[in-house]
Nanobody, 126 residues
Framework: QVQLVESGGGLVQAGGSLRLSCAAS????????MGWFRQAPGKEREFVAA????????VYADSVKGRFTISRDIAKNTVYLQMNSLKTEDTAVYYC???????????????????WGQGTQVTVSS
């Protein structure tokens, strides 16, 4: 059974940084694409970043490009989201997600993912 557990959220001032972690169990991430999404109150879940199965390809939402970086550590079976220059509009619950199929390319739509973590709250204050 695949499980994804996020951590690293919290309260930070605008301009600050946070690093989110997503620890996977039940399968190795070395052959699976992974993604990060977020959902703010009253809004739909939106794509943030994704990394391809090989780890060589990444894609970002325009709103976070240049500020956020997705990466992974195969040995720790963990995916990270480094968030710099945070803005108040980045406040949301952040979720990591994994697809059912292995060897898939980066995916930017939630429907492409089968497995989801419980989410971690990120609050950016002004």
């Amino acid at each position: 059974q695949v499980q994804l557990v996020e951590s690293g959220g919290g309260l930070v001032q605008a301009g600050g940084s946070l690093r989110l972690s997503c620890a996977a169990s039940g399968r190795t991430i070395s052959t699976y694409a992974m993604g990060w999404f977020r959902q703010a109150p009253g809004k739909e879940r939106e794509f943030v970043a994704a990394i391809g199965w090989s780890g060589r390809s990444t894609v970002y939402a325009d709103s976070v490009k240049g500020r956020f970086t997705i990466s992974r550590d195969i040995a720790k079976n963990t995916v990270y989201l480094q968030m710099n220059s945070l803005k108040t509009e980045d406040t949301a619950v952040y979720y990591c997600a994994g697809p059912r199929a292995s060897l898939s390319a980066t995916m930017t739509t939630a429907s492409g993912y089968e497995y989801w973590g419980q989410g971690t709250q990120v609050t950016v204050s002004s």
